[in-house]
């Protein structure tokens, strides 16, 4: 079936409907600016953000500083994109000209041939991807170190959420996909790994729904060389690679159910991803080549599978 032969109707996902269906923007909060001497020291308050669309599910990309989010966000967008969908920043979801000029700057880095630095384009960005006039679902990008700092290993409670993802992932109904990403020979820590797994468990006993679903996208495999032959990738030994790597992960989504444990022994949709590769050029400067497409046609397979059921 060809990627843009998907056919989705919202109305029939097991998501919790808003109560009044003619309010189509919820109450708008006032954002709150601080002015010092000079007009351009504007401070925008962070958590001011306004989602429109209550139906739409919300894919939370959710992953520590230099894990690549960013990335995977703009190989994904690309390839959907090449594929017939229409891939939109939502210039809504913040009302600030800072934000507003990030969402011009998203669509210019589809084209991208550099490497983007971390989150220094597309913090606090929301993008909607449509297909046949349908939004299929929201692709929430946000600082790393709103989802887990490792130079906070301590901080792993879930009740120190940034106010807006407190807002997005408990008050709204939408149907939550968490892509919970993963990076091949992270160098950190192990102990730093663990209290990363200690975060993901507390999201999942404290913050995840029924409806919602979870992949556990594991990154940069390509630098894993023993995982591949003859140019094909093991995905079996790709997910064992990453159960080794962090330690007690996959136990956190052990299915309980004695019947489907059977056939299912995890809840969780397992995607190794790369987003490109990366040439060091004169003056510093890393040139970026985009992955194939197996990578980005398997992540939204999951994501697509994951709206589904």
Not at 63 to 81: D, H, I, N, Q
Not at 135 to 153: D, M, R, S, W
Not at 160 to 170: H, K, Q, S, V
Request: some cysteine; aromatic content about 10%; hydrophobic content about 30%.
């Amino acid at each position: 079936m060809a990627e843009n032969d998907f056919k989705f109707d919202l109305d029939n996902l097991n998501v919790e409907e808003e109560n009044n269906r003619q309010e189509e923007v919820r109450e708008q909060t006032t954002t709150s600016y601080t002015t010092s001497e000079s007009e351009n020291d504007i401070v925008v308050d962070e958590d001011d953000i306004t989602i429109v669309d209550k139906r739409a599910p919300i894919v939370l990309l959710f992953g520590p500083p230099t894990s690549g989010k960013s990335m995977t966000l703009v190989r994904l967008a690309r390839y959907l994109r090449d594929n017939g969908y229409v891939v939109r920043a939502d210039p809504t979801f913040k009302s600030d000209d800072k934000y507003q000029a990030r969402c011009e700057q998203f669509h210019k880095n589809l084209n991208t041939t550099e490497a983007l630095q971390g989150n220094a384009l597309n913090e606090f960005l929301m993008v909607k991807i449509i297909n046949h006039g349908v939004t299929v679902c929201q692709i929430l990008e946000a600082p790393g170190e709103h989802y887990f700092n490792p130079k906070k290993p301590d901080e792993v409670s879930v009740r120190n959420f940034r106010p807006y993802m407190n807002d997005i992932i408990r008050n709204l109904p939408n149907r939550k996909i968490w892509v919970f990403i993963t990076e091949a020979e992270w160098n950190v820590h192990a102990s730093i790994k663990d209290s990363y797994v200690a975060r993901i468990r507390g999201c999942k006993h404290q913050l995840l729904k029924k409806t919602d679903r979870v992949v556990l996208l594991y990154n940069k495999v390509d630098q894993k060389e023993e995982l591949f032959e003859d140019g094909k990738l093991h995905v079996a030994s790709a997910e064992k690679a990453m159960k080794d790597e962090y330690q007690g992960l996959p136990k956190v989504f052990k299915n309980s159910n004695p019947i489907t444990s059977i056939w299912k022994p995890y809840n969780y949709r397992f995607v190794p991803f790369c987003t490109g590769y990366y040439t060091k050029q004169v003056g510093g400067k890393y040139r970026y080549n985009t992955s194939e497409e197996r990578y980005p046609r398997h992540l939204w397979t999951e994501i697509v599978n994951s709206i589904k059921g």
